[in-house]
């Protein structure tokens, strides 16, 4: 069972918080972390991209010259793809990029993350965060005294203050315990769960 230390808003240890080892014990799965990674990107990606087929492109309804007797080659409208101004052939058109992963290896991906920060010593646990209000500078001074670098904190619930104080702080994120991804777990320098959320994450993803 791996033990972390719980530190205070100073970055001084204050004590252990011994982890499941179903959840943050096991030997991490690194193809189905790369696949979970993938899907997330990819369900990020808009696909909006789209070009204009000749039958789109504006004009090009009169024959250029006729179909016979001037040597040249016959053309039926100057907006087809081999003419300047003409529409593309084979171009991109909107569609999804996502794709769907199985829940059990989705799962597995979340729980190798989670074992891997243990691992590389990238997970650290505050035990408590007091705000009394919004304040993005008691944020930014409880990370600096942390050395946390870019930053993942998991709350327990979603917690509007800490979002809130964290979301202008440069290369941190906030996120509830109950909607943790792969990708935000690996990207980020220091996983820094607060006090309740390795509780809930093993409740949840048990």
């Given amino acids: 069972m791996p033990n972390v230390n719980v530190y205070d808003t100073a970055g001084e240890v204050v004590g252990e918080l011994a982890l499941s080892d179903a959840i943050f014990g096991i030997e991490p799965h690194v193809p189905s972390m790369h696949l979970a990674v993938r899907q997330y990107l990819a369900n990020r990606r808009l696909g909006t991209q789209s070009t204009l087929t000749r039958g789109e492109v504006r004009g090009g309804g009169k024959k250029p010259w006729r179909q016979k007797g001037s040597g040249r080659a016959r053309q039926g409208s100057t907006r087809s793809p081999q003419w300047t101004h003409g529409g593309v052939a084979l171009g991109p058109k909107p569609r999804k990029y996502g794709f769907s992963v199985n829940k059990k290896v989705r799962r597995l991906a979340l729980k190798s993350a989670l074992s891997s920060k243990v691992r590389d010593d990238e997970l650290k646990v505050l035990g408590e965060l007091p705000l009394e209000e919004i304040k993005t500078r008691e944020v930014a001074k409880v990370l ?63």
């Fill in 144 to 206: 600096a005294a942390l050395e946390t670098g870019k930053t993942l904190i998991v709350t327990p619930e979603a917690d509007k203050k800490v979002y809130l104080s964290a979301r202008n702080i440069k290369g941190v994120k906030v996120a509830p315990a109950d909607s943790l991804n792969t990708y935000d777990v690996l990207n980020c320098d220091t996983l820094l769960l607060l006090q309740g959320a390795a509780a809930k994450i093993e409740e949840v993803y048990a």
